[in-house]
């Protein structure tokens, strides 16, 4: 039966491995997709979107996609 290892020990023997093989920076660009944001996500969206439906919120992405295209 193989031991359990501390997970401390595990995260560093996988940083290693991802650095070996992804590189230095794509290992970065890789964690930091796991990495905790900062602030409230929910109360700074109710601010963000007060007052508006859903049918508003598409119609703003859909005429901010026009303008991108």
């Known amino acids: 039966m193989k031991t359990i ?4 020990e595990v ?6 491995t991802l650095i070996k093989e992804l590189g230095i920076v ?14 409230n996500y929910t109360e700074e969206r109710h601010q963000l979107f007060k007052g508006m439906s ?6 703003e992405i859909k005429a901010q996609q026009k ?3």
């Open 11 to 16: 995260t560093q023997r996988a940083t290693n």
């Open 5 to 8: 290892q501390p997970i401390s």
């Open 54 to 59: 859903v049918k508003d919120i598409v119609g």
């Open 26 to 39: 794509d290992t970065i660009r890789f964690l930091n997709q796991f990495r905790a944001g900062a602030g």
């Open 67 to 69: 303008v991108n295209a």
